[in-house]
């Protein structure tokens, strides 16, 4: 069970509750919308107040299906940057906060 997430010098860290860490260059983060919301992961540096009001604007459904492209591979010239799409309810696209 992931623990905290911190963004460190060389990468990124990722702890387990058992303090069991593994290190690497990034982190594809896949947690489930409800354990985002419940904060039980810490992330380092934190979450701003923007990312967390985007993350609580979301709700579940059945399903939820998200097309991301880029012109440009973005992570690969600035891997330590967090990344979180958000959709406000009523538009009709998606902005991300960065």
């Given amino acids: 069970e992931v ?7 060389d990468g990124v860290e990722v702890c387990s509750g058992t303090a ?3 290190r690497g260059t990034v982190c594809i ?3 489930p919308l409800g354990v985002l919301q419940s904060s039980q992961i810490s992330f380092s540096p934190s ?19 998200v ?8 992570w690969r010239s600035d891997p330590g940057r ?5 959709v406000d309810e009523g538009d009709t696209h998606m902005s991300s906060i960065m």
Wanted: proline share 4%; with cysteine; aromatic share 12%.
């Fill in 47 to 65: 979450l701003t107040d923007d990312r967390v009001a985007c993350l609580n604007r979301l709700g579940v459904a059945r399903y939820t299906k």
């Fill in 82 to 86: 967090p990344f979180i799409i958000c």
């Fill in 3 to 9: 623990s905290s997430i911190d963004i460190v010098e």
């Fill in 20 to 22: 069991r860490c593994v």
């Fill in 67 to 74: 097309w991301l492209t880029w012109e440009e591979p973005w």
């Fill in 29 to 31: 983060c896949t947690l």
